[in-house]
Nanobody, 120 residues
């Protein structure tokens, strides 16, 4: 089982950028597709982006397309989310997780996440 730890969140003005990182402790990291999810205050956790186990395919929810980029480095057991042109509505706690073959359904254990706050 892969243990995940998110980092890189913070406070940023609208239009700014942040890069989130997810570090995995398991050596089988490269065999799993990975996703980023977020949960805003008062809302359900939602899918944000995902990347295939090989890194060859990526997927994004419509609201972040063109602004966010997901990537992974299997040699370092990390997955990243580069966020540009941040909006107030991007404010949320961001989590990474292993995802099922639909690239949207998480199946691993949740970490504590990292807070992203975008000021308007």
């Amino acid at each position: 089982q892969v243990q995940l730890a998110e980092s890189g969140g913070g406070l940023v003005q609208a239009g700014g950028s942040l890069k989130l990182s997810c570090a995995a402790s398991g050596r089988a990291f490269s065999t799993n597709a990975m996703g980023w999810f977020r949960q805003a205050p008062g809302k359900e956790r939602e899918f944000v982006a995902a990347i295939s186990w090989s890194g060859g395919s990526t997927y994004y929810t419509d609201s972040v397309k063109g602004r966010f980029t997901i990537s992974r480095d299997n040699a370092k057991n990390t997955v990243s989310l580069q966020m540009h042109s941040l909006k107030f509505e991007d404010t949320a706690v961001y989590y990474c997780n292993t995802v099922w073959s639909d690239y949207k359904t998480p199946f691993g254990s949740w970490g504590q996440g990292t807070q992203v706050t975008v000021s308007s």
